[in-house]
């Protein structure tokens, strides 16, 4: 069965860097891309970017092109997203979620997601 | 970046009643659109893809329709299950665009 399955939730400080794993199982880790998704505590969810898996390939939403680099290593089918320079405004849950590699890209699979705080 | 508009912002209902959320598009997304569905403290789940196709698993008093910039969500005879929030999302241009969502609850 498919599975994402992401790192336990982070505290950190103002300024620093964390990065965050999404294991994949039970698929082809490269048929499909890696996405990720940051939801603000009660809010309405943002899509960051993907990467293929395959070719290492990112897309990135222009807001989060200068704090967040998804990066892969197919040896252990894990996608990893760094987010740099924290502020409270990146105090959030994030969430690795897959679609195929061609239209259309709905998201068929969601990781547990992991909560981030940034505080001193 | 496409905007999506959803309404209402939350909902009450009775349980075996019907409820529809609306979603609209700033532009045409030709049908690229997805509905999932996210209770307390879990991560959203897929309903609807392409606008009106169902999701592996999901009950079919799940229902999706619209076309162009317009979007529905129908939920037939409510369920205590379908607590939850419901947010719509396209996926015809990037960056790809939630909704603000729709917390449904029982009346």
């Known amino acids: 069965q498919v599975n994402l399955l992401q790192s336990g939730a982070a505290l950190v400080k103002p300024g620093a860097s964390v990065k965050l794993s999404c294991k994949a199982s039970?698929?082809?880790?490269?048929?499909?891309?890696i996405h990720w998704v940051k939801q603000s505590h009660g809010k309405s969810l943002e899509w960051i970017g993907y990467?293929?898996?395959?070719?290492?390939?990112?897309n990135y939403n222009e807001k989060f092109k200068s704090k967040a680099t998804l990066t892969v290593d197919k040896s252990t089918n894990t996608a990893y997203m760094e987010l740099s320079r924290l502020t409270s405004e990146d105090s959030a849950t994030y969430y690795c979620t897959r679609s195929l590699r061609r239209v259309p890209y709905y998201f068929d699979y969601w990781g547990q997601g992991v909560m981030v705080t940034v505080s001193s | 970046d496409i905007q999506m508009t959803q309404s209402p912002a939350s909902l009450s209902a009775s349980l075996g009643e019907t409820v529809t959320i609306e979603c609209r598009a700033s532009?045409?997304?030709?049908?690229?659109l997805a509905w999932y569905q996210q209770k307390p403290g879990n991560s959203p789940q897929l309903l609807i893809y392409d606008a009106n196709s169902l999701a592996d698993g999901v009950p079919s008093r799940f229902s999706g329709s619209g076309s162009g910039t317009q979007y529905s969500l129908k939920i037939n005879s409510l369920q205590s299950e379908d607590v939850a929030s419901y947010f719509c999302q396209q996926y015809n241009n990037y960056p790809f665009t939630f909704g603000s969502g729709t917390k449904l609850e029982i009346k």
């Open positions: 990467i293929n898996p395959n070719s290492g390939y990112t």
């Open positions: 039970g698929y082809t880790f490269t048929d499909y891309y």
């Open positions: 532009e045409d997304i030709y049908s690229n």
